[in-house]
């Protein structure tokens, strides 16, 4: 049987938040089965859970935010991305600010925080989405979609008109039957613009953006003194990204992601679109771990 997986013990971290700026605690702790990943404002009294589910996700202006009444976490991508790719089915996330840390902009930090704390199977089945037909959503020439396909894969496709990154590939497919995440994936960060710093501020977002957790541009070039990590960076970052919302879901994904221009809003509107037709997707579980598609009968290991 393909089973759930948890954390073996407690991990914890302190990082900035990107938007917020402020110093932010993170601990993860393990959850029994059938749990999810429950986010929790400790900061707050009483604490406050939000279970992540698309229907939870209230803001999406430069990143994921959940939220439940008045209570927001923010920036929960990059730490999804993290527990999607390593295969976490049930984790509490505890966080004493409104924001997860942003640590180096990548998952890279988060996918070392979940090794350093083990991973253990549970006794009960792990539970997918599977996606029956096409679901594709569209916001003027940016577009997202869901096809059936038994495994996980996704492909997104950039366009920015910046010479720093016309210079790299633009139109990226990762099929995670052959390649692992941690590999793949992981330490691609995400990135942003010296001319959009000004406005970002004055909306109260990038407060805590830095050359040490994004890839920084001017009008032509890099900035970072060590340059990009791949020749992809760009576009695996939103890759990275889009692993990360569709995790919210709740459940693993078996389908192809396919995207050209997309963002958080749109990947939240993608799978809003999937859970209203009860035609478009069904739950299953796998007895035989053998009949598991091959982007997750080894996860942690070959994912």
């Known amino acids: 049987m393909l089973r759930q ?11 900035i ?4 700026g402020t110093k932010v605690e993170l601990v993860l702790r393990p959850a029994a089965a059938d749990t999810g990943i429950v986010f929790r404002r400790v900061d707050l009294e009483p604490p406050v859970d939000i279970p992540a589910s698309a229907d939870a996700v209230v803001d999406t202006r430069m ?3 959940l939220g439940k009444g ?7 991508e990059h730490l999804m991305s993290a527990l999607a790719g390593l295969g976490i089915d049930n984790c509490y996330v505890d966080v004493d600010a409104p924001e997860i840390p942003i640590m180096d902009g990548s998952a890279a930090s988060f996918v070392f925080l979940i090794q350093s704390a083990g991973i253990v199977e549970q006794s009960a089945p792990k539970r997918f989405v599977r996606v029956l037909k096409t679901v594709e959503v569209h916001d003027g020439d940016k577009w997202v979609r869901l096809e059936p396909h038994f495994g996980f894969k996704l492909r997104f496709s950039i366009d920015f008109s910046h010479p720093a990154i016309d210079a790299t590939e633009q139109d990226v497919e990762v099929d995670f039957a052959r390649e692992p995440y941690v590999a793949s994936v992981a330490r691609a960060r995400t990135f942003g613009f010296v001319n959009e710093v000004e406005a970002l501020r004055a909306a109260g977002l990038g407060m805590g953006g830095s050359f040490e957790n994004a890839i920084v541009m001017d009008e032509y070039r890099v900035l ?3 340059g990009l990590r791949s020749g992809d960076e760009f576009a695996k970052h ?13 459940r693993p994904l078996i389908a192809a992601y396919v995207a050209h221009k997309s963002g958080h ?4 509107r993608l799978l809003r679109a999937l859970l209203a ?3 478009a997707h069904e739950i299953v579980t796998f007895d035989d771990r053998g009949a598991a598609p091959a982007a997750f009968r080894l996860q942690g290991a070959a994912v």
């Open 17 to 20: 938040g990107m938007h917020s």
């Open 63 to 65: 990143a994921t935010t």
């Open 277 to 279: 037709d009860a035609t």
């Open 238 to 250: 939103k890759i990275l990204d889009a692993i990360g919302d569709m995790y919210t879901l709740g």
């Open 265 to 268: 809003a749109l990947n939240n």
């Open 5 to 15: 997986r948890t954390l073996k013990q407690i991990a914890r971290t302190v990082g």
């Open 70 to 76: 008045e209570v927001r976490i923010a920036t929960v």
């Open 224 to 226: 970072n003194v060590d």
